[in-house]
């Protein structure tokens, strides 16, 4: 019989053999060359603007932080949608990226940087409103909140970035997107 955590280890290995064949990176020296699968890019940016919906949505949180947190929560999901549609003006429907130790692969980058923003501020808020609301509308936010971290970590992971690893990650790449309404 499996133990829980052996079949969470089995689905987050089997996350990133799906992220990471949605690309192919190569190295040499300090030349690194990335091919993007763009739809998959595109959907972890609607996934991060989705997570904002759902979770502002829910009028007990909204409430329960306060204006200026929404404000700010607002003001990290314009800039994910700017950076988004700057992407997929420069993307196309396809992207190759090469780029040495010393540069960066600007509009990839700021589709990450910018949904991490906007998980670490819906994180704070759900964190904040947690002694606040009832138990359904916090599960709707933390539901909402585990999908956008684990696209955040897909997304990661997708680009080779190296960080610690969300500890405890409960979904796939497929689940947190439908839970975000967004279809690859």
Do not use: W
């Amino acid at each position: 019989m499996l133990s829980r955590r052996t079949a969470f280890r089995g689905l987050a290995a089997l996350a990133g053999a799906t992220a990471l064949a949605a690309c192919t990176i190569t190295r040499d020296g300090n030349v690194t060359t990335i091919t993007v699968n763009v739809a998959k890019v595109k959907a972890y940016g609607a996934a991060g603007l989705n997570a904002v919906s759902t979770i502002l949505s829910v009028a007990a949180i909204a409430s329960a932080i306060g204006a200026p947190a929404v404000a700010g929560i607002e003001a990290a999901a314009v800039a994910l949608s700017a950076s988004l549609a700057a992407f997929s003006t420069a993307a196309g429907s396809s992207v190759t990226v090469t780029y040495d130790s010393t540069s960066f692969k600007t509009a990839i980058d700021s589709v990450l940087a910018d949904l991490k923003a906007v998980a670490s501020d819906l994180a704070a808020a759900v964190s904040g409103a947690n002694t606040k609301v009832g138990s359904s509308a916090l599960s709707t936010a933390t539901t909402a909140l585990d999908a956008l971290q684990t696209v955040v970590s897909v997304f990661e992971g997708l680009l080779g970035v190296v960080t610690a690893r969300r500890v405890g990650a409960t979904m796939t790449e497929a689940q947190a997107l439908a839970i975000l309404h967004v279809a690859v």
